[in-house]
């Protein structure tokens, strides 16, 4: 799953529940900006930390893409990426948005 972050959270590859990352196409500045004013997170350079909630949120509705999605925390939480409703998600700068 890719979450794109721009003014307002978006997530691509939701099918994709094996990968988790993030990308932008706003400086460093901005990017911090954008997720501390929406709560969502906080950026961290190579990576941030977003509300799972909030990934949740975006994601689809089904029950079985929850379920994955839930595994998938699952998951990164046996990794160590993961710090009460935190996860840590690599970041990278988008080439295309």
């Known amino acids: 799953m890719k979450v794109v972050i721009g003014k307002h959270l978006a997530v691509r590859e939701t099918g994709d529940l094996r990968r988790l990352s993030a990308t932008s196409d ?3 500045e901005e990017l911090s900006s954008a997720l ?3 709560g969502a997170g ?3 350079g190579d990576h941030c930390w977003l509300k799972v909630a909030v990934l949740r949120a975006l994601g689809p509705g089904e029950d ?7 595994g998938m ?4 939480a046996t990794r160590g990426w993961v710090a009460g409703d935190w996860v840590r ?3 990278g700068p988008s080439s295309s948005g």
């Open 36 to 38: 501390e004013e929406s």
């Open 89 to 91: 998600v690599h970041f």
């Open 42 to 44: 906080t950026y961290a």
């Open 64 to 70: 079985e893409w929850r379920a994955g999605f839930d």
């Open 73 to 76: 925390i699952a998951y990164a």
């Open 26 to 28: 706003l400086s460093p």
